[in-house]
């Protein structure tokens, strides 16, 4: 028997297919629907796998218009959100992107599909290591253990940050690590009741207008230990 009759045999395809018809649906009901038109950010919602970066028992629900757990008590966003900040964001094909809370890996994942090279930092050990696995097929994705607040001196300054996890206010390392003419997203707020998305705009003089976008919930954002 040759390999792809095998492969088909045991239903691989199939499966492959059924998610990528969920996937459709997830992009034109919750995403489409709801007024994103971004070509470039639909594109890059239509080809990441979402199954493969949440936990298997939870692929069934891979593609539905809600965040999942990922353990550790943190989770990946609704499509939507994803799919909203990436659009928000404005990331082009040029530009080096800074994420903080890498998570499952999916949104880094997405954002690699927009971006020259994306670089995304995860406090949790753990989850570090398995967005490093999931994400080692995109090779201009690089993932690092360490603590977001202090954003990555080294890879400074980015055209485009965005953080995935909610400080109380916004912290003073990532303003720095941010490219005069550059774009800032992140859910900011005490607690999970009064976050709101905010958008940063680092003009060529370096001054910095923000905006709320958007209410949103977050997991809150944790402070590395020294
Ligand atoms: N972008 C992720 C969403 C993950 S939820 C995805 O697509 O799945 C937010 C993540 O931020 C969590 O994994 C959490 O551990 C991480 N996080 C929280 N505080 C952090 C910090 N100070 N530095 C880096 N990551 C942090």
């Known amino acids: 028997m040759s390999p792809i009759a095998l492969v088909a045999l045991l239903g691989l395809w199939p499966a ?7 996937r459709e649906a997830m992009v034109r009901e919750h995403i489409e629907a709801r007024g994103i038109s971004n070509a470039r950010v639909l594109r890059a919602m239509r080809t990441v796998p979402r199954h493969e970066f949440v936990p298997a028992e939870l692929r069934a629900q891979a593609y539905a218009d809600h965040p999942l757990p990922i353990g550790h008590g943190q989770t990946i966003s609704q ?14 094909h ?3 992107v800074l994420e903080i809370g890498a998570g499952s890996g999916y949104q880094a994942a997405v954002l690699a599909l927009l971006a020259k090279h994306v670089y995304t930092i995860e406090i949790v050990e753990p ?6 696995q999931k994400l080692a097929r995109y090779e201009n994705v690089t993932v690092r253990h360490g603590d977001g607040y202090k954003g990555w ?9 965005m953080l995935t996890a909610a400080p109380p206010e916004l912290p003073a390392a990532l303003l720095e690590q941010l490219k ?16 709101e998305l905010v958008l940063v705009e680092k003009a060529a003089d370096g001054t910095m207008k923000q905006r709320s976008i958007l209410p949103v919930r977050f997991v809150p954002m944790v402070p590395g230990k020294e």
Request: hydrophobic letters at 40%; charged letters at 25%.
């Open 16 to 22: 492959q297919d059924m998610y990528r018809q969920q």
């Open 79 to 92: 499509p939507y959100i994803v799919a909203f900040m990436s659009d928000a964001l404005d990331v082009k």
């Open 94 to 96: 040029t530009h080096k």
């Open 127 to 132: 989850l570090a290591v398995s967005a490093k």
């Open 153 to 161: 001196l080294e890879e400074a300054p980015f055209d485009r940050i």
């Open 180 to 195: 005069p003419g550059g774009k800032l997203i992140a859910p900011v707020g005490r607690t999970v009741f009064d976050q």
